[in-house]
């Protein structure tokens, strides 16, 4: 497999250990992917080897026996409320284009891994009844229950929601048991990692933690609704090869975002 390749170096976690492949901690979770990640070092659109790489670690984890649900974000494309802004669009137009973008990596995505053998659906959660089926919760457990991958697009189908929050609400709606927020590093820091070198990675947080810091793991609205319904977050570097699965397996990678202790 091609090792990926980020355009900002990050702060590495200690080395890790070999990938295991024995039966996963997590029955069912949800992965949140950005758009950004699809792009590699070319920040816009979609690196075919990039695409290929995460749909062969994906290919792995499902494989392992995990049912896996996906939301792509789509800003390698189009971000509704910065790219709108900067060319007048209305913020809810901008949005809307937005999902249209979370669409075209979802795709891409199904594509790719069907291509590996993984049999995947993609559900939109705006109407698109050529290129993908409605959202319908229902619908989506039994795929998943029947071992395809799921990747849901269009957000939750309104403006002014990130795809952080459509994340959780999924994630909740098909009772994933976690969130997998993957990013450019190692996981949630009490300062930038990429512009401060000596900043510090926290190994666990409470949600609390995180909106009183604001800490950017996902948006105050997509915290709030995993807070209220006790859904834990694991955030890691999806540019390491292998972590997907070693966070699957219930390795301590990254850092758990969760309610604390009673």
Sequence with gaps: MTERRTPLEARPEPDQAPVTTGAPRYRRVLLKLSGEALSGAGGYGIDPEVLRDFAIELRDVHAAGCELALVIGGGNI??????GARVGIDRATGDYMGMLATVINALAMQDALEKLGVPTRVQSAIGLHQVA????RRRAVR????????????GT????????????????EIGAEVIFKATRV???????????????????????DVLNRQLQ??????????????????????????????????????????????
Aim: overall charge neutral; some cysteine.
């Design 133 to 136: 089926e409605p959202y319908i």
């Design 186 to 208: 190692d996981g949630v820091f009490d300062a930038d990692p990429l512009k401060h070198p000596d900043a510090r990675r926290f190994d666990e947080l409470t949600y609390i």
């Design 217 to 262: 793991v996902m948006d105050a609205t997509a915290i709030s609704l995993c807070m209220d319904n006790s859904m834990p977050i694991l955030v890691f570097n999806l540019m390491r090869p292998g972590n997907i699965m070693r966070a699957v397996s219930g390795e301590r990678i990254g850092t758990l975002v969760h309610g604390g202790r009673a």
């Design 78 to 83: 189009f971000r509704g409320l910065t790219s």
């Design 157 to 172: 189908g309104n403006p002014f929601f990130t795809t952080d929050t459509a994340a959780s609400l999924r994630a909740m």
């Design 143 to 154: 795929h998943l229950e029947k071992g395809r991958v799921v990747i849901f697009a269009a």
